[in-house]
């Protein structure tokens, strides 16, 4: 493994960090101090600081940083337990469980991950706590410690804490508002964290699934963007309603899809699990293995998200005009390792998920996005002639603010009618395929009437990005990021 790992630290990667993200000027995307758009590719690691060790922790985020991912979402206190059982260096996070007395080891090892992290230019979503140290409607390991008082303080520790760091925060940690006591704790603990960092990171909430952050939180001042969780419902959920509702909030704020169906999840998972029993017993006997993996997959009969599943919801929810989209992979989330009892029950351990296909076409959402201008793609459906149902065939399509571009996504490779007058001009078609990132060139054409593009392949799997550019645009190819 250490050769392994020495390799990855040996990649050539080029950090190019502006330390904070801003809200863009039209509030519909996020961009860095520059003024560059940020396109956010995160990964679920919610476990991260408190099941993995460091050379562990690195040889993770350079997999990610390799990957084209630009942002890692983690929890300071884990859901896990992660109040009461130690991470792998003996350490919890507070002196008696009290939030106003951090022990300053267990906070030098999230210290060490940041910085790796930055290290490899990698944001940190960084999420103070999980919601079951609150007051919900959902209790888990708990224990509830927070109150209006001392989420405050622990709010300012951390601001102040990392406040020269790439963070982004993110409060709620899977739980809604439940009363006004709850909100009245996450509004404290917002206000700390801004006072902290003296108002120069973003802050938004993480909410349960199927819900949108701005439904309990949008006229927050210290909420400066959404995020809602389409959750793990299935294949083709249309996750495209979520983005459709919050561009209609106001005040304008951005909004990214923070935990969408995870790669090699069981379809609707807690219908197969008792959740009254601990760890292994939570499904019968014999469907895992010896060490706690699943050797008996038939039993979970919706089937598991797959990596097809995962391009569809990020393509949807991109096009659809979310400024990001957080991947997850089910033994990643909860750091899955062998002979531990798994929270949600795995097909992997977390080592052998980071190569998982999905992840791999991350770096290609990423780049096709970076190849045209970010600031400039404005979901657009009407660029789609005919009928568009909410089932596997359902398209997305978005346009560009100045006519120079129109990307539509196409979930199984099905033939589509484009209203091409949405361009600029004569124009140039691109078919991306988004399993390897390659694009090849159709054709040149007028800008008028209706095109009909009929993709390479169709059919379950089969993929595909039609990418159409105003000649005089004279952008390079799909997926190809210029310097």
């Known amino acids: 493994m250490k050769k392994n790992l020495l390799s990855l630290m040996l990649l050539p990667f080029t950090v190019l960090m502006a330390q904070n993200i801003n809200i863009s000027p039209d509030k519909r995307y996020l961009q860095r101090s520059d003024g560059q758009p940020f396109?956010?590719?995160?990964?679920?690691?919610?476990?991260?600081?408190?099941?993995?060790d460091r050379e562990q922790a690195t040889e993770y985020l350079a997999n990610r940083a390799q990957k084209g991912f630009t942002l890692v979402q983690a929890v300071v206190l884990a859901e896990l337990d992660g109040l009461r059982t130690p991470n792998p260096y003996g350490e919890v996070p507070f002196i008696d469980m009290d939030p106003t007395r951090p022990n300053e080891a267990y906070f030098e090892h999230v210290d060490f991950i940041v910085n790796k992290a930055e290290e490899l230019g990698l944001f940190m979503g960084l999420l103070p706590t999980w919601g079951d140290k609150i007051y919900s409607a959902h209790p888990g390991a708990g224990p509830v410690v927070f109150n209006s008082e001392n989420a405050k303080v622990y709010g300012e520790f951390l601001g102040k804490r990392y406040a020269q760091k790439p963070v982004i925060w993110i409060l709620g940690g899977d739980r809604n508002i439940a009363n006004q006591d709850v909100l009245d704790i996450w509004d404290a603990m917002a206000k700390g964290l801004k006072?902290?960092?003296?108002?120069?990171?973003?802050?938004t909430y993480h909410p349960r699934g199927g819900s949108m952050s701005a439904t309990f939180l949008h006229n927050k001042e210290w909420l400066d963007f959404n995020m809602y969780q389409s959750g793990h419902m299935g294949s083709y959920h249309p996750v495209y309603r979520y983005a459709e509702k919050l561009a209609l909030f106001e005040p304008r704020k951005p909004f990214v899809d923070g935990e969408p169906a995870y790669?090699?999840?069981?379809v609707k998972f807690w219908e197969f699990m008792d959740w009254s029993k601990p760890g292994m017993e939570r499904v019968p006997k014999g469907v895992l293995d010896s060490d706690g993996l699943i050797q008996k997959p038939d039993y979970f009969k919706k089937g598991f998200i797959d990596a097809h599943d995962v391009r569809v919801h990020a393509y949807w929810d991109f096009l659809a005009g979310a400024c990001g989209y957080t991947y997850g992979n089910n033994a990643i989330w909860q750091m899955c390792k062998k002979g531990n009892p798994p929270a949600i029950p795995c097909l992997t351990d977390w080592r052998e998920a980071m190569d998982r296909p999905g992840a791999a076409d991350m770096r290609h959402v990423r780049d096709l996005f970076e190849s045209r201008p970010f600031d400039k793609v404005q979901p657009d459906q009407s660029i789609i002639y005919g009928p568009n149902p909410d089932d596997s065939t359902h398209i997305q399509a978005a346009g560009s603010t100045d006519g120079s571009f129109i990307i539509v996504y196409l979930s199984v490779g099905q033939p589509v009618n484009v209203v091409m007058e949405k361009l600029s001009g004569p124009a140039v078609a691109w078919w991306f395929d988004p399993r390897d990132g390659l694009a090849r060139q159709i054709g040149e054409f007028k800008n008028q009437q209706v095109q009909t593009f009929t993709p390479p392949s169709s059919g379950y799997?089969?993929?595909?990005?039609?990418?159409?550019d105003s000649i005089k645009a004279d952008y390079s190819p799909p997926g190809?990021?210029?310097d």
């Open 480 to 482: 190809q990021v210029s």
């Open 263 to 266: 790669e090699d999840i069981a």
């Open 461 to 468: 799997k089969k993929d595909w990005v039609l990418v159409i």
């Open 195 to 203: 006072r902290g960092c003296s108002g120069k990171q973003l802050i």
């Open 39 to 52: 396109v956010w590719i995160g990964d679920t690691a919610w476990e991260l600081f408190h099941r993995l």
